[in-house]
């Protein structure tokens, strides 16, 4: 039985170790000291909103109603359900009316269980005031053009994308779809 020293084997896995842990901190530390000199903020707010008093109403009642529980807006709540950051860049103020008044028919699916006695499209059953309340108050979740959030890419051409859309976009392409980049109004989401 050896009481002593670590054997060589064992004093090669701990020195590699222990440079891969010292090369992870001082790569760490020097990111860090790079962004902080460097002025970019890490992890950017890319949604933003400036409510009316209706969509403040809306924003009362969506946590009121307990919404956030399963929804994230204006940057709290769960991520249990779909994120509403940024919906409103996405969605028509019309398209979430009508989705309020009728969420499964909108959508074109069957809808998460809303807990008991609040059947899947409960929202429905709501006051038409405060469905309408709700809608602003979505409406007004705008988010910065090109970030995740956002339905529309950054402004402007991008080489890269046109790129790929000419290598790997079909020839009928072009016939059957439409270049988001190329719109002036959004009219994907209006309600017919």
């Given at each position: 039985?050896?009481?002593?020293?670590l054997?060589?084997?064992?004093?090669?896995?701990?020195?590699?170790?222990?440079?891969?842990?010292?090369?992870?901190l001082?790569?760490?530390?020097?990111?860090?000291?790079?962004?902080?000199?460097?002025?970019?903020?890490?992890?950017a707010?890319t949604?933003?909103?400036d409510?009316?008093?209706e969509?403040?109403?809306?924003?009362?009642?969506?946590?009121?109603?307990g919404?956030?529980?399963?929804?994230?807006a204006?940057?709290?709540?769960?991520n249990?359900?779909?994120?509403?950051?940024g919906?409103?860049?996405?969605?028509?103020?019309d398209?979430?009316i009508?989705?309020?008044?009728q969420?499964?028919?909108?959508y074109g699916?069957?809808?998460?269980?809303?807990?008991p006695?609040?059947?899947?499209?409960?929202?429905a059953?709501l006051?038409e005031k405060?469905?309408?309340?709700?809608?602003?108050?979505?409406?007004?979740?705008?988010?910065?053009?090109?970030?995740?959030?956002a339905?529309?890419?950054?402004?402007g051409?991008s080489?890269?994308?046109d790129?790929?859309?000419?290598i790997?976009?079909?020839?009928?392409?072009?016939?059957?779809?439409?270049d988001?980049?190329?719109?002036s109004?959004?009219?994907?989401?209006?309600?017919?």
């Amino acid at each position: 039985m050896k009481t002593g020293g670590l054997r060589l084997g064992e004093k090669i896995l701990f020195g590699i170790t222990a440079a891969f842990v010292l090369f992870a901190l001082l790569s760490f530390v020097g990111m860090e000291i790079h962004r902080a000199r460097s002025g970019k903020i890490m992890y950017a707010a890319t949604s933003h909103f400036d409510f009316s008093p209706e969509g403040l109403n809306g924003s009362e009642r969506f946590r009121d109603l307990g919404c956030s529980s399963c929804h994230r807006a204006v940057r709290n709540g769960t991520n249990n359900g779909v994120n509403l950051d940024g919906i409103g860049s996405r969605r028509t103020l019309d398209y979430l009316i009508a989705f309020l008044q009728q969420p499964e028919t909108t959508y074109g699916t069957k809808t998460l269980d809303h807990g008991p006695a609040k059947g899947a499209a409960y929202v429905a059953g709501l006051p038409e005031k405060d469905r309408h309340s709700l809608a602003v108050f979505l409406s007004e979740l705008k988010a910065t053009q090109g970030s995740p959030d956002a339905r529309l890419p950054m402004e402007g051409r991008s080489g890269f994308i046109d790129e790929m859309v000419k290598i790997w976009a079909p020839s009928t392409w072009k016939s059957r779809f439409h270049d988001v980049r190329e719109e002036s109004t959004p009219a994907h989401d209006k309600v017919q």
